[in-house]
C-alpha cells in the first residue's frame, strides 16, 4: 500500500555539524519564480543568537581543523565533493525550482561546483610552499615567514548562483584551517541549506563550515561587530551593506575581503588569491650558530 | 613522569637557596661612567620648518607652526609648520600629479636608482641622522646610531633592488601601482618608520604623502632634504608636519589611494572605519602586550638579557615590546633576582651619551600614561621591582620597572604601557604559557626561550603573533616580514611580503 504522496524536507540550518532549526523560532516562505509561484518551503529566518552559536562552534572547531594535515583536509574536501556529486541531481532539482534555471544551467551550475571544491582540496597542502619564504636577513639568524589560518570568517554568500557562489567563497576560507559562519543567499537559500546535509555527511569536522539563512540586514551586523570573528569575506555584492560590514568591522580590527559577484563565476573566480585573503603571515627567527 | 616533577622541584629548590644567600650586586663607584657625549655641533638645525611639498619647503598655508621640543631636556630644538586641509591638499595633489607625469612612467629600473641613492645618502649622513633622532625623540644615541639610522638606509637599499622584479615577486599576474598613498608614522621609530612606509611604495612606483608625529618631525624633514639631494623627482615625495587633525585630513583625502598607519589600536579603529567604504587600500600596524616566554630549560642568562632589550630598549616605546614575561615556575626566583641585578646596571640619562641604555620619555603625555599604569598596578596589588638609578632633574623621565605578582585582569598585564615597564607572571606547563600569552586582544609578538628545538616549533606555531622570536627578541630586517594578527594590525611590512600591500594585481 504505498502512496504516491511525495515527503517533504524541513530544512535547516547547519550549526555545529547539526541541523537546528532557528533558534528564535521565526520562518520565511520560500517560493518558485513566477509564473508558476509555488511554496517550495519554509526555511528558518536566522537570529542573533544563531550567529552567536555559530561563532562560538566555529571557535570550538577551528585550532584543530587548522592542526589537522594539508593531506588530510585536502581528503575532507574532496569528500564533500564526493557528496555533492552523489546529490548533484537534488541539487539540479532546487536550483530549477527556486531560481528557475533551466536543466542545462542548472546541470552547469551544480558541476561547476563540485569542480571547484575538487579544485581547493588539491590546494590543502600547496599553499602553504607559496606563501612561504626564508627570509635573507643581514644577520645571523634563521628567519621564515609562513601562512596561517586567520580564525574565525563570518562569510557573506552571494545571492546568486546561490550555490556555486558559495562554495566560491566558503572552500578557500576552510581549506586553510579556518573555521566560517556563512549567512546564505537570502533569496535563494535551498541550495545552501542542502549543503549542510552533504556537509553533515563529509568528514568535515562539526563546526568548521555553519551555515545560516535569514535576512541579511538584520544579520550582516551581528556577524561584523562581533568579537570572536576575525575577518569578513564579503560577497554580499550589497555596496551599501559592503559599506556597513567595513564599518563595523573596526571594532576588533577585522579583516575585510571584498568581492564584485558575477553570474557567471564558473571562470577565473578560483586561485591561491582566495585562500591568501584569509590567511596571516608568521615570522619566526632563530639565531644560527653553536 | 614523576622524575621531571622531582627534577623540577628539587631545581626550584636549589634556585631559590642560591637567590637567598647570594647578596644582591654592589657596584659602588666601580661602575660610574665619565660622561661620552656624542658632537652635536655637525647638525645644522633650522630654527624653523615648512612643508616639503612638489619637492620644496614652503611656508603652510595654515600659517601655523608648532615648536619641538628636546625630550631630554625640554628645551626648543625648532619649529614645524602645522599642515592645514589646504596644506594636505597641496600635499596629495603635489603626489598625484608627481604620480601621473613622472613616475609611473619611469623605467622600473630607474625608480630603483633613485631609491639607492635615498639609501646611500642615509648612510653618508648617518650620524647627523642619529643625532637628531636623539635629540628630538630622547632615544639613546647607540640605539639611533647602531638601531634605526643603519635600518633606515637597508631598508631603501633593500626595496630599491625590488622595482625592476616585481613581475618575479608576482609570477604570473600583472601589477600596477596604487597611486598617491598617505603614509602616517608613530614617533617610536621616527626616521625608521619613515623608510618602512616609503621605501616599499616608491618601489612599487606609488608617490607619497607622509605625516609623521607630531612629537619627532625632524628627521622625516631631513629625509626630505635628501630626497631633493637625491633628486628626486619633486612631489614623490610630500612630508606634511602636524598632529592627529592633519592626520585626519589625510586620511579623508578623495585622491588619496591607501593609507598605511602605524599608531595605537584606539586610532587605528578610527581610521579603518573612516575609509570604509570608500575603496582605499588599508595597512594598520597597531599596538602589542607581547608575551616573552622562558621555560626552565633556557638559557636563563641569554633570556634575560632577552628580556631587557625586549622591554627596555628604546624605553619601551616599542609595539612588539615583550611587555609580559611569562615565565616557568621553578625558575621564577632565579630570573627574579637576575632581572633585578641587570636592571640595576642600566645607565638612564642623557640619550646623547654613547654610555646611555636608557633614554628619556617621549613626551610629557606618554611619561603621565606610564605613570599612571604603573601606579594602576601597584593599586592593584602587584609587587613594584624598580632600578634606584638618578632620575634628570629636567626631561621626562622612567627608571626601568618591573612587577611581580601580576594577574592576567591587572591592567599591567593587559594594556600597552609603551615604556618601560614589564609585567612578570609565571606558568606550569607549555598549555598554560600558550593560553596566558594569547589571552590578549592584541598579537604582533612573541618571545620564546628554551634549548629544546621541537619546543620552540610546538610553541611558536599556537602563538597567535605576527613575529615570534626564538632565543632571541626585538630583530628587525628590511628582508623580514613584520605585521599583526588581530587587533595589532593587518597587512605586511618588510620583504617580498611587504611589496603586496603597494600593488594592485591583475
Keep these: 500500500m504505498s502512496s504516491e504522496l511525495p515527503v517533504r524536507k524541513t530544512y535547516k540550518l547547519y550549526i555545529g555539524g547539526e541541523m537546528v532549526r532557528t533558534e528564535s523560532g521565526r520562518s520565511d516562505p520560500i517560493y518558485s519564480p513566477r509564473p508558476k509561484k509555488a511554496l517550495l518551503a519554509n526555511v528558518s529566518r536566522g537570529s542573533r543568537k544563531d550567529i552567536r552559536d555559530a561563532v562560538g562552534k566555529a571557535r570550538g572547531a577551528q585550532e584543530s581543523w587548522a592542526k589537522k594535515t594539508g593531506y588530510l583536509r585536502g581528503q575532507i574536501l574532496y569528500r564533500m565533493a564526493e557528496m555533492l556529486e ?47 619564504t626564508v627570509n635573507p636577513v643581514a644577520s645571523s639568524y634563521y628567519d621564515f615567514s609562513v601562512p596561517e589560518p586567520t580564525g574565525v570568517v563570518g562569510v557573506v554568500a552571494p545571492e546568486t548562483p546561490e550555490l556555486l557562489g558559495l562554495v566560491t567563497y566558503l572552500a578557500p576560507v576552510i581549506v586553510s584551517g579556518n573555521a566560517a559562519v556563512v549567512l546564505l543567499s537570502e533569496r535563494h537559500p535551498l541550495a545552501g541549506l542542502e549543503l549542510g546535509e552533504v556537509l553533515a555527511t563529509s568528514d568535515l569536522p562539526a563546526g568548521v563550515a555553519n551555515l545560516i539563512s535569514g535576512r541579511k540586514e ?27 560590514i567595513a564599518q563595523d568591522a573596526a571594532v576588533n580590527v577585522k579583516r575585510v575581503k571584498r568581492y564584485a559577484v558575477h553570474d557567471n563565476l564558473a571562470g577565473a573566480a578560483q586561485g591561491l588569491e582566495f585562500i591568501e585573503a584569509f590567511v596571516e603571515t608568521k615570522t619566526t627567527w632563530h639565531p644560527v650558530g653553536v | 613522569m614523576s622524575t621531571t616533577v622531582r627534577d623540577g622541584r628539587e631545581r626550584r629548590e636549589a634556585a631559590e637557596k642560591a637567590a637567598s644567600e647570594r647578596p644582591s650586586l654592589e657596584f659602588g663607584s666601580a661602575w660610574s661612567y665619565a660622561p661620552s657625549p656624542e658632537a652635536t655641533d655637525h647638525v645644522v638645525l633650522a630654527p624653523r620648518y615648512g612643508l616639503f611639498i612638489g619637492g620644496r619647503f614652503v611656508a603652510p598655508r595654515s600659517k601655523k607652526h608648532f615648536r619641538t621640543i628636546n625630550p631630554a631636556t625640554e628645551a626648543v630644538v625648532s619649529e614645524v609648520a602645522e599642515a592645514g586641509a589646504a596644506d594636505v591638499d597641496a600635499a596629495v595633489r603635489s ?68 622595482a625592476d622584479k616585481l613581475s618575479w615577486a608576482f609570477r604570473g599576474r600583472r601589477t600596477e601601482p596604487l597611486g598617491v598613498c598617505g603614509q602616517i608614522i608613530p614617533w617610536n621609530f621616527p626616521l625608521l618608520m619613515a623608510a618602512w612606509k616609503i621605501a616599499p611604495a616608491l618601489a612599487c612606483g606609488n608617490t607619497v604623502v607622509l605625516k609623521p608625529a607630531e612629537t619627532t618631525p625632524l628627521t622625516a624633514l631631513a629625509l626630505a632634504e635628501i630626497c631633493r639631494e637625491a633628486d628626486l623627482p619633486p612631489g614623490v615625495v610630500n612630508v606634511v608636519t602636524g598632529a592627529s587633525e592633519t592626520g585626519a585630513h589625510l586620511v579623508n583625502h578623495p585622491r588619496v589611494a591607501k593609507i598605511a598607519f602605524t599608531g595605537s589600536t584606539e586610532v587605528g579603529k578610527i581610521i579603518q572605519r573612516a575609509v570604509a567604504g570608500t575603496g582605499k587600500r588599508l595597512t594598520l600596524e597597531l599596538g602589542g602586550k607581547a608575551a616573552n616566554i622562558v621555560f626552565e630549560d633556557a638559557a636563563i642568562d641569554q633570556a634575560v638579557e632577552g628580556i ?10 616599542v609595539c612588539c615590546a615583550g611587555s609580559r614575561l611569562l615565565v616557568q615556575e621553578s625558575i621564577e626566583p632565579v630570573v627574579r633576582r637576575k632581572l633585578a641585578d641587570r636592571i640595576a646596571t642600566l645607565r638612564l640619562g642623557d640619550p646623547l651619551d654613547k654610555n646611555t641604555d636608557v ?18 598596578g601597584v593599586d592593584e596589588g602587584a609587587v613594584l621591582h624598580q632600578s634606584a638609578c638618578a632620575i634628570p632633574v629636567k626631561g621626562y623621565w622612567f627608571p626601568p620597572t618591573f612587577f611581580t605578582g601580576v594577574a592576567q585582569s591587572h591592567r599591567i598585564a593587559r594594556e600597552e604601557i609603551f615604556g618601560p615597564v614589564l609585567a612578570v607572571m609565571t606558568f606550569r606547563t607549555p598549555e598554560e604559557a600558550i593560553e596566558k600569552a594569547n589571552n590578549t586582544p592584541y598579537g604582533l609578538s612573541a618571545g ?10 610546538q610553541v611558536s606555531s599556537k602563538l597567535r603573533a605576527g613575529v615570534v622570536w626564538a632565543n632571541t627578541f626585538n630583530k628587525f630586517d628590511p628582508a623580514s616580514p613584520f605585521g599583526g594578527y588581530k587587533e595589532s594590525g593587518f597587512g605586511r611590512e618588510g620583504g617580498m611580503q611587504g611589496l603586496k600591500e603597494y600593488v594592485e594585481l591583475r
Design chain 1, 86 to 132: 552523489g546529490r548533484a541531481e537534488s541539487f539540479e532539482k532546487i536550483l530549477r525550482e527556486s531560481r528557475g534555471l533551466s536543466p542545462a544551467a542548472a546541470r552547469r551550475e551544480a558541476r561547476a561546483s563540485i569542480d571547484r571544491i575538487v579544485h581547493y582540496a588539491g590546494w590543502s597542502d600547496k599553499f602553504g610552499a607559496l606563501l612561504s
Design chain 1, 218 to 244: 538584520e544579520l550582516v551586523p551581528h556577524l561584523a561587530r562581533h568579537m570572536d570573528v576575525n575577518a569578513i569575506c564579503d560577497a554580499g555584492g550589497d555596496a551599501a551593506l559592503s559599506k556597513a
Design chain 2, 95 to 162: 603626489a598625484e600629479d608627481a604620480y601621473r607625469k613622472r613616475w609611473s612612467k619611469l623605467a622600473p629600473a630607474a625608480r630603483g636608482k633613485y631609491i639607492y641613492r635615498i639609501a646611500r645618502l642615509i648612510q653618508e649622513k648617518a650620524r647627523a641622522l642619529a643625532v637628531l633622532e636623539t635629540m628630538n625623540g630622547g632615544k639613546p644615541i647607540k640605539e639611533s646610531r647602531d638601531v634605526d639610522v643603519p635600518l633606515a638606509a637597508a631598508h631603501f637599499f633593500y626595496y630599491a633592488g625590488w
Design chain 2, 308 to 317: 631587557v632589550n625586549g622591554i627596555y630598549f628604546n624605553q619601551g616605546h
Design chain 2, 359 to 376: 633614554g628619556a620619555i617621549n613626551s610629557a603625555a606618554q611619561l603621565a600614561k606610564i605613570r599612571e599604569l604603573v601606579q594602576s
Design chain 2, 448 to 457: 620564546v626561550w628554551t634549548d629544546k628545538g621541537a619546543k620552540i616549533f
